[in-house]
């Protein structure tokens, strides 16, 4: 029988990637203002504006489907480290457990 082995802590850190993606994607229109004062010229104040705010459909978009995947990880997560401490308390109370785990 094949061992399944699961990166949870892996899972976790995409779930904090993610985050940060979904963060800068809301805050796109204030960057995007902000960049558009730096610019430093009137010329392109406007034109820097309306191209991020544009997006503002396509990036709503994209941060849903981020947050649906979010969640599908977090049930992953979730749904693996239950059955892993279910199927260890199975262990532990048959007195089955061995190795530098058993406790």
């Known amino acids: ?5 699961l990166n949870l802590t892996a899972l976790e ?3 904090h990637d993610l985050d940060a993606v979904v963060s800068d994607f809301k805050d796109a229109d204030d960057f995007s203002d902000d960049v558009a004062e730096a610019t430093g010229s009137d010329a392109l104040h406007d034109p820097v504006r ?16 981020i947050e649906a995947l979010q969640a599908q990880i977090a049930g ?6 239950s059955v892993d401490t279910g199927f ?3 262990l532990r109370d048959s007195g089955m457990t061995t190795g530098p785990s058993a406790k």
């Open 1 to 5: 029988m094949a061992d399944l082995i």
């Open 13 to 15: 850190q995409l779930k």
């Open 50 to 65: 309306d191209f991020a705010h544009k997006w503002n459909d396509k990036r709503k978009k994209m941060t849903e489907s």
């Open 76 to 81: 992953i997560a979730d749904g693996f480290t």
């Open 88 to 90: 260890a308390k199975g």
